[in-house]
C-alpha cells in the first residue's frame, strides 16, 4: 500500500474465494533439511471475533533481505504461512532481512517464527528501524533468541517506523539466517492523508450474502465484521449519498493469521446520481491497493 494513497471509500471485507495458500517448493537437496509438512488452508471463525486496534503490518508487505538461497525467497516471511520460509546464503554472516510496512507507524513488538516441528535453534540479532528503507537505527541491541518455533521482541516504548529490519549474525541450528514470518504488530495510521472514507456508514447493498455477513459489515469500519456472498458474481454496492470525486478504494479482510492469504478477482463500477447503470472503473485485476486515477460517482461497487 502506498504511503500516498488518499482517501479510502470502501472497507469492504470481501470473502467468498477458495483460499489459496502460497508456498515455496522446498528444492531438491543432498543436505539434511527440516521436513516442511502442507498445511490444510483453513476457514475463517464464524463469526470472526476479534477486533484489534493492534495488527501485524507485515502482513502481505514487501519484503527484502541482503541474500537468499534458492526458493526461499524474503516474500515467504510475510505471506502468512509458517511453513513458508525465507533462508540467507549460507556461510556469510552477517545477514538481513526487511520488511516495508509501506508508512510510518507505532510498533509494539516483533513475533519470529520458523516452521513447527524443525530442531531448536537460537539466531543472534539485532533490531534495526527506520523510515526510507536505507538509513537504519538500532532500537534493541544484539541478542540470542531461542526460536522453536516462535519469539516475540518488545520494541522499545515509543518505536515509531516503516522498515524493520533483522540485522543477523548467528544461528545455532543452520549457518544462515532462517525465517517463516516477520510478523511487526502496532497501530496502522488509520487517517487518509486527504479525503476521506466516503463509505464510511453509507448504506451497503449486496447481490447475495450468507448467514449473518450482511453487506453493512462492509462499511462499519470494523475488520472483525465481514460480508460474505452466496455465489459468483457478486456485486457489494455502497451508496454514497451524493457524486464525489474519488481517489481509491481500499478493501481490507480482517488481518489475523486465523486468515489464510487470498486473492480475489473483481472489477469497480461507479455511477453518478441519475444514471441508470454503471460503467467500470477498475477493470478486472487482483485487488492490491495502489493509486487509482481519479473518477466521479455517487455509487462505487
Ligand atoms: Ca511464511
Known amino acids: 500500500m502506498s504511503s500516498k494513497y488518499c482517501g479510502h471509500l470502501l472497507d469492504i ?27 490444510a488452508p483453513r476457514r475463517p471463525p464464524h463469526p470472526a471475533a476479534q477486533a484489534a486496534s493492534e495488527s501485524n503490518l507485515a502482513a502481505g508487505r514487501p519484503a527484502t533481505a541482503s541474500s537468499h538461497t534458492d526458493v526461499y525467497r524474503p516474500a515467504n516471511v510475510t505471506d502468512g504461512d509458517q ?17 516495508d ?5 507505532a510498533l509494539s513488538r516483533l513475533v519470529l517464527k520458523l516452521p513447527g516441528g524443525w530442531p531448536n535453534r537460537t539466531q543472534t540479532l539485532a533490531v534495526q528501524t527506520g523510515t526510507n ?7 534493541v541491541p544484539q541478542t540470542t533468541y531461542a526460536v522453536n518455533p516462535a519469539t516475540t521482541i518488545t520494541l522499545p516504548a515509543g518505536t515509531t517506523a516503516r522498515h524493520v529490519r533483522l540485522h543477523i549474525t548467528a544461528n545455532s541450528g543452520w549457518p544462515a ?16 492523508q486527504d479525503g476521506a472514507n466516503l463509505a464510511l456508514g453509507k448504506p451497503m447493498t449486496a447481490s447475495s450474502h450468507t448467514h449473518t455477513y450482511a453487506a453493512a459489515n462492509a462499511g462499519d469500519d470494523n475488520l472483525s465484521t465481514y460480508w460474505e456472498s452466496a455465489a459468483y458474481p457478486a456485486t457489494l454496492t455502497a451508496q454514497l449519498g451524493a457524486d464525489a470525486t474519488l ?55
Open 13 to 39: 471485507l470481501w470473502f467468498g474465494h477458495p483460499p489459496h495458500p502460497r508456498r515455496a517448493t522446498p528444492h531438491e537437496s543432498t543436505v539434511s533439511r527440516p521436513h516442511v509438512t502442507h498445511r
Open 83 to 99: 511453513a513458508t520460509y525465507w533462508e540467507s546464503a549460507g556461510n556469510a554472516f552477517p545477514q538481513w532481512i526487511q520488511v
Open 101 to 105: 510496512l509501506g508508512a510510518t507507524a
Open 133 to 139: 528503507g536505507t538509513t537504519f537505527t538500532t532500537v
Open 177 to 192: 539466517g532462517q525465517l517463516s514470518e516477520l510478523e511487526v504488530w502496532g497501530t496502522a495510521p488509520d487517517t487518509p
Open 247 to 301: 481517489t481509491s478504494v481500499t478493501l481490507k479482510l480482517n488481518p489475523d493469521a486465523v486468515w489464510a492469504r487470498r486473492t480475489q478477482t473483481l472489477t469497480v463500477q461507479g455511477r453518478v446520481q441519475g444514471a441508470t447503470a454503471f460503467t467500470t472503473l477498475v477493470p478486472p485485476r487482483p485487488p492490491t491497493p495502489s493509486t487509482r486515477p481519479p473518477a466521479t460517482a455517487s455509487r462505487s461497487r
